[in-house]
């Protein structure tokens, strides 16, 4: 019996110690790579402080959206952050708290598109967004289709420079990033407007683990995110990036 408890200990023990992999994509101020080629941002501060309070050994990579999601799904100790929590993904990932929330919108070039009061309405234009996204299954569930009304993009400077270039006349987004984003490509956040709010849309994006995570780790990480934010950390990284 001794040995048993003694060998579950031990197990648990390497299973803790295992290195996480905490991965997002490029999508600054929240996360990105710095010209030293280091991972930055605010939710790169956020989950350093909660590893640190959680005690776990881990790395930060940072790659396209579509690769990020497949290492979620398929690595049993990579943790995706800032991801989506949408009714789709609900069963299937570990859920380990809010780290933010925005609203969705399409916009459009200042003055280049009539007001919309749907999104049906945007049917008869094309509509772009990144592939891989909530937004790709939200605007196809929608009615859009691929090369009719729908251009996926495979990160955000090939979707805005679609809009800018006029292949496009809408871009479904959130404010996260906007400012960050245009003014890194050479446009102004005053070229653009919004034209409609998409209040269905999820806005809740939490750090989320593949369904093997440990659960002891799970609540470790679940908890020290929930400490970060009782002290106050989580609000003054956030303000320290101009968030609040």
């Known amino acids: 019996m001794k040995i048993a408890v003694a060998l579950i200990a031990l197990f648990s023990f390497f299973l803790k110690a295992e290195q996480l992999t905490f991965v997002a994509e490029d999508l600054p101020p929240y996360h990105y790579i710095d010209e030293n080629g280091q991972a930055k941002g605010a939710l790169v501060d956020v989950v350093n402080a909660l590893a640190k309070h ?13 690769r990020a999601f497949k290492l979620l799904n398929a690595k049993p100790n990579f943790l995706m952050f800032s991801l989506l929590k949408s009714p789709s993904r609900e069963q299937q990932f570990v859920w380990l708290g809010e780290l933010i929330h925005n609203k969705a919108f399409l916009v459009a070039l200042k003055n280049d598109n009539p007001e919309l009061t749907s999104l049906a309405q945007a049917k008869t234009s094309k509509v772009g967004t990144i592939r891989g996204y909530f937004s790709e299954r939200y605007l196809k569930n929608a009615g859009f289709e691929e090369g009719k009304n729908l251009s996926l993009s495979v990160g955000y400077q090939t979707l805005w420079q679609m809009l800018f270039n006029k292949r496009t006349d809408f871009v479904l987004t959130n404010a996260m990033s906007l400012n960050k984003e245009l003014a890194e490509l050479g446009y102004s956040i005053d070229e653009i407007e919004r034209k409609l709010e998409l209040r269905d849309f999820p806005n809740q994006l939490h750090l989320a683990g593949n369904l093997a995570l440990s659960p002891s780790i799970a609540n470790e990480l679940k908890q020290a995110l929930v400490t970060i934010k009782e002290s106050g950390e989580y609000q003054q990284i956030l303000e320290q990036w101009g968030l609040y």
């Open 54 to 66: 959680a005690n776990v050994d881990y790395t930060i990579e940072l790659y396209p959206f579509a």
